[in-house]
């Protein structure tokens, strides 16, 4: 699970500025409990578990190293490119007209949240680039029934 505390929709309420602590907590239990439960499966050499927490802290906080040429080009990352204009509102809302209750920024690339969950595609690119090697040194090594 990804550090559900650093979405839009947990970090609005601060301005964008911080992520939600509680809520990343609650990911990294579910993740520790998930990694353990794997563990004692007959099949889990078989199985890869994708560490999607680390990928995306590490381009929230600009983490340096493999991958920062991606996580560097973010302007704000805790902010959406598509926000409803009100409260209750989402992005894609129209009104009875088909007029847009939504703003999207200009240019999505340089955000890495899309809406209030989902990364942009650029933001995806970036998780990507972070779980590559690892995804390619699972799947490389010997098949060991």
């Not at 990352?77 to 926000?83: G, K, T």
């Not at 990364?119 to 490389?140: C, N, S």
Request: charged fraction near 20%.
């Amino acid at each position: 699970m990804h550090p559900i505390g650093c979405t839009p929709m947990r970090t609005s309420t601060n301005n964008y500025t911080t992520c939600d602590l509680l809520a990343n907590y609650a990911a990294s239990v579910h993740n520790k409990n998930l990694k353990q439960l794997m563990g004692k499966k007959n099949n889990a050499n078989n199985a890869y578990m994708l560490d999607l927490y680390t990928a995306f802290t590490d381009i929230i906080n600009h983490a340096p190293g493999e991958g920062s040429d991606q996580s560097n080009k973010f302007m704000n990352n805790l902010a959406p490119c598509c926000e409803g204009f009100y409260d209750t509102g989402f992005c894609g809302q129209q009104d009875d007209t088909g007029e847009p209750l939504y703003e999207l920024c200009e240019n999505p690339d340089q955000l890495f949240y899309w809406d209030e969950v989902h990364p942009t595609h650029a933001g995806w690119k970036a998780v990507m680039k972070a779980l590559e090697q690892p995804l390619k040194e699972f799947l490389d090594r010997a098949y060991v029934p």
